[in-house]
C-alpha cells in the first residue's frame, strides 16, 4: 500500500463577494479534488490546537500526526534542521525575513519575493556586518532565513528570547512597525538588531539595482518565530512506513528531517506561484518506487492568500488539482496498485483577512479501504456537511493511515 498527502498551503478560504459568496475552492476548476471527495470520504478538522498561533509549521505538524500542543517548540529551530545547522545548549533560533519597509510601515514580508541570488549577498553582509560570537545569520530560500542567538555569549537568559513577543511580518502589512517589535526581556536586544539593518541595508548595491527596477528593496531584516530544538519521534517508528517529504520551504523540510521523512529536493521548487507543480509529482512518485508514504507540500496558495490576489490563488489551486493531484491519481489508475491519498489544506489564509486563520479547514481521502460518503465535490462549504469531525488535527494521519 502507498501513502500519499497532498497539502495546499493555505488552500482554504471565506465567502467572497466577487465570487456570489462562494470561496476559491467552491469555483476553481479542480476534477481531481472533486473526484477524490466523490469517491472517498470527506470532513473538516482543526489543525491549530487553541492557544497557538494559526502558523503552517503549527498546522504542518498536526497534519504529519504530531500533536503541537506536545512537540511545537517554535520555527526556526525546523527550518535550522534542514539548513544543517546544528543548534547548541544555549542556541535559540529565529526565522529572518528579509522585508520592505516604507514610511515606517511593513510595505512587504518577502522584499518583492526577492531571488535566492539576491538575498544570499544581504544575509551575507548582515552577517558581516551584524553578525557575532552571540549571533550568526545563515541564508534560505527567498525572503526566508535564519537567525541563531546563542544566548549566553549574548548575555541574556534563554527564556527571555524564546518569550519573546515576536509578530510575523506578513500579519502587519500596511501598518506601523513601531507597534509590533518585539516585546519583553530581551527585545532591546533584538529590536536593536532590526533597527540596525535598516541603516545598513538602505543604501546597499542590491537594493539600490531593486529601486531602479521598481521592485521592493530588501531593507530590514525581521526577526521572529523563534524556539530551540525539538524533540519528536520518528515517523518510521510512529507508524511503521518509510517516507519522503517534498517542499520548497526550509520549514516543511526541516520538519521531516526531524521525524525521518527524507527531504527531496526538486528542481524547480521555489515556493511561489511559478513553482514547478509537476515535478514535485514526479518526484513523489518516484520516491514512491522505493517507499511507502510521501507528503507533498505546495505554498503558492498561501502566498496568493497573503497577497490578497484572488487570481493567482485560483490559480494556483487549479495548478495544484492538475498537475499534483491529477498527476498521482493518473499514476495509479495506470498501474492499479493500492493506493491512499489525502488532499487537505494546512490552515485557512483568506483573501479578506490576508494572513492564516485557525477556521476548521476540509480534507478528502480516498483509496483502497476508505469508504465512499455522500459529499459529491471538494469545499469548506460540502466538508461542512459531513458528520466527520476531527477536533484534535493531528489525529487524522491516525485516520487516513489505519482505517
Request: charge should be neutral; aromatic fraction near 8%; include cysteine.
Amino acid at each position: 500500500m502507498k501513502y500519499i498527502v497532498l497539502v495546499g498551503d493555505g488552500m482554504a478560504d471565506r465567502p467572497l463577494k466577487e465570487f456570489d459568496d462562494k470561496t476559491p475552492l467552491e469555483v476553481a476548476r479542480m476534477p481531481n479534488m472533486n473526484y477524490i471527495a466523490k469517491e472517498g470520504t470527506v470532513g473538516c478538522t482543526v489543525t491549530v490546537p487553541q492557544g497557538l498561533s494559526p502558523a503552517s509549521d503549527v498546522a504542518n505538524m498536526a497534519l504529519l500526526g504530531y500533536d503541537p500542543r506536545k512537540y511545537y517548540s517554535g520555527r526556526g529551530p525546523l527550518e535550522a534542521a534542514n539548513m544543517g545547522v546544528v543548534l547548541k545548549e544555549n542556541d535559540v533560533a529565529f526565522r529572518c525575513n528579509v522585508v520592505t519597509v516604507s514610511d515606517d510601515k511593513m510595505a512587504d514580508y518577502s522584499a518583492g519575493h526577492i531571488t535566492n541570488k539576491e538575498a544570499h549577498v544581504i544575509i551575507d553582509f548582515v552577517n558581516k556586518r551584524l553578525g557575532s560570537e552571540a549571533i550568526r545569520f545563515y541564508p534560505g530560500v527567498s525572503y526566508r532565513h535564519l537567525a541563531v542567538i546563542n544566548s549566553k555569549k549574548a548575555k541574556l537568559k534563554k527564556e527571555d528570547l524564546i518569550n519573546a513577543i515576536c509578530t510575523p511580518p506578513h500579519d502587519i502589512l500596511g501598518k506601523p512597525i513601531a507597534r509590533y517589535l518585539p516585546r519583553g526581556a530581551a527585545s532591546g536586544f533584538l529590536t536593536d538588531l532590526m533597527l540596525k539593518s535598516q541603516d545598513i541595508l538602505a543604501s546597499h548595491d542590491v537594493n539600490r539595482v531593486r529601486v531602479d527596477l521598481k521592485e521592493n528593496p530588501a531593507n530590514m531584516i525581521w526577526l521572529w518565530g523563534q524556539g530551540i530544538k525539538p524533540t519528536m519521534p520518528l515517523f518510521s517508528k510512529k507508524y511503521n512506513l518509510k517516507g519522503s517529504i517534498i517542499s520548497a520551504v526550509d520549514l516543511i523540510k526541516g520538519m521531516g528531517k526531524i521525524i525521518d521523512l527524507e527531504p527531496i529536493d526538486v528542481p524547480g521548487a521555489t515556493g511561489y506561484y511559478d513553482t514547478d507543480y509537476q515535478a514535485k509529482a514526479d518526484y513523489a512518485l518516484n520516491s514512491l518506487k522505493k517507499k511507502d508514504f510521501v507528503f507533498i507540500h505546495v505554498e503558492a496558495p498561501d502566498e496568493a492568500g497573503h497577497n490578497g490576489d484572488v487570481r493567482q490563488k485560483l490559480l494556483a489551486i487549479e495548478n495544484f488539482d492538475k498537475m499534483v493531484v491529477g498527476t498521482v491519481l493518473n499514476h495509479f489508475k495506470e498501474t492499479k496498485e493500492d493506493f491512499r491519498v489525502l488532499v487537505v489544506p494546512d490552515h485557512a489564509t483568506p483573501i479578506s483577512v490576508r494572513t492564516h486563520t485557525n477556521d476548521p479547514v476540509p480534507f478528502a481521502m480516498y483509496g483502497a479501504g476508505i469508504k465512499k460518503d455522500s459529499i459529491k465535490s471538494y469545499s469548506e462549504v460540502e466538508a461542512k456537511k459531513s458528520k466527520l469531525f476531527i477536533e484534535d488535527g493531528y489525529k487524522l494521519m491516525d485516520r487516513f493511515l489505519k482505517e
